[in-house]
């Protein structure tokens, strides 16, 4: 009797070790990431400068992780609509998050915004950084920044910038200039970066400051003239075209960078291995090709890399926006 119930023991130890064994190893074959298509949500619309970033950077990506991946635009209260959506998904990888530097200032100049940018995200990897150009359209009678602003004094209330949204980098270059430069231009918030110079090229509004990667195939083909580029020093894409700090504003130095994330609680292995896929896909020599024409300084970064740069922006922002009294009002 023993002997039996040992062996019925025995057996049923067997049994939960076949079992257990077989599960893991179903197991482990559907976690294997990615198993199904990621979508990457960009919260602007086709066609501007995180926009353009995405889709080649994306494409690469695919390549990689052998699975489809899909942008998802959703533009609307500067990018506020989009970093919600993900900031509310479920944290597996597969709805992630790229965006400007913007993602971090918005919610310190923007009461309505809902989420905490350093508590309700991932950080994931930094793509690069890249100027901002300060364009008018081709028709307009200003070729300087120096010009610009002698016009701004002359007739008080009769210029107004454009802006991709409040609380992205051009919304703070543009508050910046009209506090330096004592411009008093009312600033327009469009949803993103191509409706803003649309607008600018058609002569509705008088200026812009927008990141390179947008803006410049504009100036490139002539439907914008560049005033002025925000870097602290020229550009080679442009050597005519003198910095901010040389039209007036000693010291000026600022640009935007590029970022992905997932929403809080993505597990670290599957925040590393796309940090580590993101970092091989920027450096492709194919995509490096197209950054050039950009003035796009790529990064090589990790998880805890981008929370350091976060964090410190986070910082400097809120600062400059105590001092500078920029907020959505």
């Given at each position: 009797?023993?002997?039996?119930?040992?062996s019925r023991r025995i057996g049923a130890m067997i049994a939960v070790a076949v079992t257990s064994l077989m599960s893991a190893q179903a197991h482990g074959?559907?976690?294997k990431y990615p198993s199904r298509p990621i979508t990457v949500v960009v919260p602007y619309t086709p066609g501007g400068s995180v926009d353009?970033?995405?889709r080649l950077v994306t494409a690469q990506l695919q390549k990689q992780l052998g699975q489809p991946i899909v942008i998802e635009n959703k533009p609307g209260a500067s990018g506020m609509i989009g970093s919600e959506y993900v900031a509310r998904a479920k944290p597996d990888g597969y709805?992630?998050?790229l965006h400007a530097s913007s993602q971090?200032?918005?919610?310190l100049v923007d009461a309505r915004v809902k989420y905490d940018a350093l508590k309700d995200f991932t950080p994931i990897a930094r793509l690069g950084t890249v100027p901002l150009l300060v364009?008018?359209?081709a028709e307009s009678p200003f070729n300087t920044l120096k010009e610009l602003q002698a016009q701004a004094h002359a007739k008080k209330d009769s210029l107004t910038w454009a802006t991709s949204g409040y609380g992205t980098s051009s919304h703070l270059v543009e508050e910046m200039l009209n506090r330096d430069l004592k411009l008093g231009m009312q600033i327009?918030?469009?949803r993103g970066a191509a409706p803003q110079l649309t607008d600018v090229t058609a002569g509705h509004v008088s200026a812009a400051a927008s990141p390179m990667p947008g803006a410049y195939p504009y100036v490139a083909s002539g439907k914008l003239k560049a005033l002025a580029v925000t870097s602290s020093s020229r550009v080679s894409k442009l050597p005519n075209v003198p910095t901010v700090a040389e039209s007036g504003i000693e010291g000026f130095d600022f640009s935007s960078w590029y970022g992905v994330w997932g929403p809080a609680g993505l597990p670290a292995n599957i925040a590393n291995?796309?940090?580590?896929?993101i970092n091989k896909a920027i450096h492709e020599p194919d995509v490096t090709k197209v950054f050039d024409t950009m003035m796009f300084e790529v990064a090589k970064t990790s998880p805890q890399d981008l929370a350091k740069v976060q964090q410190d922006e986070h910082d400097k922002i809120s600062l400059l926006a105590k001092e500078a009294d920029i907020a959505v009002k």
């Open positions: 009797m023993t002997n039996l119930h040992t074959k559907t976690d353009t970033v995405a709805t992630l998050l971090v200032y918005l919610p364009v008018t359209g327009v918030a469009y291995q796309l940090a580590t896929e």
